[in-house]
């Protein structure tokens, strides 16, 4: 048996030609969505990453600022800067690139975010929200998750959904939102002593951890949806995720490979989210 590859690439790209019609409308009504993203530092990777995303709503068409800033940047410096975002009218979303510097506190930081304007749906009144199964902004990386599952045809509900990993960004809302869709839902971690025993009983297996390949085919059941949240390199060099693909794609039925699988949703729920508070924003003024 051989698996069917989910690609977030084509997915993503149908959201977004949605997106674009979406924008068009807004544009017409005199809103241009507009996306903030903060970086502090130097850091390779979030540059990267930046880079992506000014990139994508640039394509879409909507306004994308880079406020960039030094390593030394203080805690107060970046407060005030979020607090002028959160009365600027043009922009809708407020993102600020993970990790900060040592110095900064990551929770006052995105506590400070004006939650109609928090697109990565990290601030304390989203994350609440999200809990209670209210209408909210979603973390973009499981929001994109569901997406990749509902455009796949898989329905989660009395499915056994076993997520590794427990961070605030990926494993703990993905859990919740796939409890959401009456998924029966198993929490594992780098603690969990049992972990293939439990991973073998998953129908849909998420796995977020960070560590290169540490999901072989011995840990999966035959059948199961494997989605691989990692991004990681191999001895090459070269992008790999948490899964080992190339072993796992001949026992499950759904696979997401990396890159091309859960990367794209990101960026592009990112976008959603945008262009979500720029709609509200509309609605408002109605």
């Known amino acids: ?37 903060i970086l502090v530092g130097d850091n390779a990777a979030s540059k990267t990453y930046v880079s992506n995303k000014q990139k994508t709503c640039e394509a879409l068409g909507m306004n994308s600022r880079l406020l960039s800033f030094e390593a ?16 600027d009218p043009s922009i809708h979303g407020i993102l600020v690139q993970l990790p900060l510097p040592v110095h900064i506190g990551e929770s006052a930081v995105l ?24 209408e909210t902004f979603l973390p973009c990386t499981p929001y994109g998750v569901m997406k990749l ?11 056994h959904a076993v997520v590794v990993g427990r961070s605030h960004i990926v494993g703990k809302p993905m859990g919740q939102l796939l409890l959401q869709k009456d998924a029966t839902v198993t929490y594992a971690h780098s603690k969990t002593p049992n972990l293939k025993e ?41 992008l790999c995720g948490d899964v080992d693909f190339e072993t796992v794609k001949e026992k499950a039925s759904y696979i997401t490979p990396v890159p091309g699988g859960v990367g ?7 976008m959603a989210n945008t262009v979500q508070s720029a709609e509200n924003e509309l609605r408002q003024d109605k």
């Open 198 to 238: 439990i991973t073998l009983q998953a129908d849909i297996l998420v796995v977020a951890v960070g560590k290169t390949k540490i999901i072989t085919s011995d840990y999966v059941k035959n059948g199961a949806v494997v989605i691989d949240v990692g991004m990681n390199r191999d001895e090459n060099n070269r």
């Open 149 to 159: 599952l509902e455009f796949s045809g898989i329905d989660p509900a009395g499915k």
């Open 72 to 87: 030394d940047l203080t805690e107060s410096e970046l407060l005030q800067t979020i607090h002028s975002l959160n009365q």
């Open 1 to 37: 048996m051989s698996s069917a590859l989910i690609s977030g690439k084509e997915i993503g790209q149908e959201i977004r030609d949605d997106l674009t019609e979406r924008i068009i409308y807004l544009k017409n009504q005199g809103i241009t969505p507009g996306l903030a993203v």
């Open 264 to 270: 794209p949703m990101t960026i592009t729920m990112l």
């Open 111 to 134: 506590a400070a975010i004006d939650p109609a304007k928090d697109v990565d749906g990290f601030h304390p009144i989203s994350v609440g929200k999200m809990m209670l199964g209210q």
